[in-house]
């Protein structure tokens, strides 16, 4: 009986070590969880702009690098950042980036929003936060807030400003996004 043990001892580890089909297989991988960190996949939303126009998150997925800033028509450091938007929309949409202000529904109107989007010349969709309801869901507490999407729809930035390099940053995702694009259509 000992010798038999020792027998099915030996065949299981040679077993293990030879190269067979086992070897070949992998783990599936999950993907990001959805969230509002760097590294999550951004919560999906449907909102409309000042024009009554809808604008979904995940129809843009696959598509387009979204910068998402929710911001206020009362909140300086907000307006600050609206001519760097502004230019670096102008810069990239052509080749895939698109700029969503989400006018937060705190102490505003919608035509007090029409008129500083109006003044201010915002080149990008203002949507409307009615309720308040992405604020929350965002976890959004600080405003500007802003929120840099790669085209797989992952969150590559959060922060309360522009991103450091904000030109680099938005020009590295455009171009590691047309890599992942261009080799997935070679296969």
């Known amino acids: 009986m000992k010798d038999l043990r020792g027998v099915a001892v030996l065949g299981l580890a040679v077993a293990l070590l030879l190269p067979g089909r086992a070897a070949g297989q992998k783990m599936p ?5 959805p969230g509002t960190r760097v590294g999550n996949l951004a919560q999906d939303f449907t909102l409309k702009d000042l024009d009554n126009r809808s604008y979904s998150l995940k129809e843009m997925r696959g598509k387009r690098v979204v910068h998402v800033v929710f911001w206020a028509t009362w909140c300086v450091p907000c307006l600050e950042e609206v001519p760097a938007l502004r230019a670096t929309y102008d810069k990239y ?3 895939g980036l698109q700029v969503l202000g989400i006018a937060v529904n705190e102490s505003q109107t919608l035509d007090g929003v029409r008129a500083a989007a109006r003044d201010m010349k915002i080149n990008y969709p203002i949507l409307w936060d009615d309720g308040g309801s992405l604020m929350e869901r965002y976890r959004v507490s600080y405003i500007p807030q802003n929120f840099l999407i790669g ?5 590559r930035y959060a922060g309360t400003s522009l991103p450091a390099n904000y030109d680099t940053l938005v020009e590295s995702l455009l171009k590691e996004d047309a890599a992942v694009a261009s080799s997935t259509r070679r296969h």
């Open 29 to 33: 991988s999950l993907g990001p969880s």
């Open 93 to 95: 949409r052509e080749r």
């Open 151 to 155: 085209k797989d729809g992952v969150i």
